[in-house]
Structure formats: structure tokens, C-alpha cells
């Protein structure tokens, strides 16, 4: 079974400061990898996702993640956080041909001005 | 754009009732699933169907059921509520596995 661990439940960061969320798996597969925001009271929108390919993802509103195999990790960054970013993150994991995905603890964001 | 609608964005029951939570998704979806969203314990999947009237218990079953009797209908059961069954409910489709998952808005249900 696959595990997904989101270090830090609460982020705050200045506005236009670099935005790091950390994200490390397990798996004893290749996974297929992905974040989710919710913004409050509201379900989950997808930000980004990995399957195959280019490591480093590139997703919604200035959001990007690497896939790091060797340190098991899927890091999303912003290099400037806006106060529209304050929300919750969840990274997620699957396997392949695997229907479900398993969900981080998530990550709240605030944003300072 | 997919749309997964919930029926209600708010409910408040009362213990031992039997309480259905409904979700619509218009985009032929194969997959459909039920989570529960609890602080510090992100979405833990009840059950999941992977075609109409086919279903698949996920990591907390335990003290609900569901029914899929339309590929685009999907409703996940309280048999007899309890206290401990207050908490945000949120349902999702997806077109094949390990394809992104398509979120509703979420019901919060509180049981009284």
C-alpha cells in the first residue's frame, strides 16, 4: 500500500515570497502523483499531476512540482505567492491501473501582506 | 469542464437516522467515489464503483453503504447514524484509474 506524507500541516508565507510544499510517498510501484487545492468551502481542483515522462510538471496559477524518484519526493513550488493562494493542499498518490489515490494529511497556506 | 454536483452543502440529522447523500456527475465517468474529510487526516476514502452496480469497499466502510444504480449517480448511505459521522463529505468521478479525480463542493453533514 502506498503512504503519502505532507510535512508541516500550516505554511505562512510573505506575499511574493516563494511558496515550498513538501510531499514524499511511498510506493512499490512507479506512482502516478498529484496536488489538489481546496479553497474554502469548496471540493478539491486539480493543480497538477505526474504519470510518465518530464519530471518536472508544470500546473495551474504558477504551480509546479518535480518528481524526484531517488528521494521519493513531489515538492510543489511558487516562486511569488499572491493572497489568492491561501488554501489547503493535498498531495495525493496512486498506482498504475490502481482506481483509488491516497491523500496527505494536507497543507494550509496563508498568505501575509 | 466536469461537473460533480452534491445534493446538499450543509445537513444536520439526527442520531440513528438513515441519511442518503446523493452526487451527479455529467461526464459519462466510469469511476465514482465517496471520502470523508476530517482535520489532520486529509480524505479517506468509504467506497468507490467502478461501473453501475458494482462497488468496492475503500478504507472506512464501516457504518455505510452505497448504491450506484445510474453510471451517473452515486449515493453513499448512513444506515443509522452516528455522532461520530459528522464531517465533511466529499464525492468524486474520474474517467479511467489514475486519471484525475473530479471533485463536488463537499456536504457537511452534523449529526445531532
Known amino acids: 500500500a502506498q503512504s503519502v506524507t505532507q510535512l508541516g500541516s500550516h505554511v505562512s508565507v510573505s506575499e511574493g515570497a516563494l511558496v515550498l510544499l513538501r510531499c514524499n510517498y511511498s510506493?512499490?510501484?512507479?506512482?502516478?502523483l498529484f496536488w489538489y487545492v481546496q479553497y474554502p468551502n469548496q471540493g478539491l481542483q486539480l493543480l497538477l499531476k505526474?504519470?510518465?515522462?518530464?519530471?518536472l510538471v508544470k500546473g495551474i496559477n504558477g504551480f509546479e512540482a518535480e518528481f524526484k524518484k531517488s528521494e521519493t519526493s513531489f515538492h510543489l513550488t511558487k516562486p511569488s505567492a499572491h493572497m489568492s493562494d491561501a488554501a489547503e493542499y493535498f498531495c495525493?498518490?496512486?498506482?498504475?491501473?490502481?482506481?483509488?489515490?491516497?491523500f496527505g494529511a494536507g497543507t494550509t497556506v496563508t498568505v501575509r501582506a | 469542464d466536469v461537473k460533480v454536483t452534491q445534493s446538499s452543502r450543509y445537513l444536520v440529522k439526527r442520531t440513528g437516522e438513515k441519511v442518503f447523500l446523493e452526487c451527479v456527475q455529467d461526464?459519462?465517468?466510469?469511476?465514482m467515489f465517496w471520502y470523508r474529510q476530517d482535520p489532520g487526516l486529509g480524505l479517506r476514502l468509504i467506497y468507490f464503483?467502478?461501473?453501475?452496480?458494482?462497488?468496492e469497499k475503500g478504507d472506512i466502510p464501516e457504518g455505510y453503504s452505497v448504491s450506484r444504480e445510474k453510471k451517473e449517480r452515486f449515493s453513499l448511505i448512513l444506515e443509522s447514524a452516528s455522532t461520530n459521522q459528522t464531517s465533511m463529505y466529499l464525492c468524486?468521478?474520474?474517467?479511467?484509474?489514475?486519471?484525475?479525480?473530479?471533485f463536488g463542493d463537499g456536504t457537511r453533514l452534523s449529526i445531532l
Open positions: 464503483s467502478y461501473d453501475v452496480k458494482m462497488k
Open positions: 468524486a468521478s474520474s474517467l479511467m484509474s489514475n486519471q484525475p479525480q473530479h
Open positions: 461526464m459519462d465517468h466510469e469511476n
Open positions: 505526474y504519470t510518465t515522462g518530464a519530471t
Open positions: 495525493a498518490v496512486s498506482r498504475s491501473n490502481d482506481y483509488k489515490l491516497s
Open positions: 510506493s512499490s510501484v512507479p506512482p502516478y
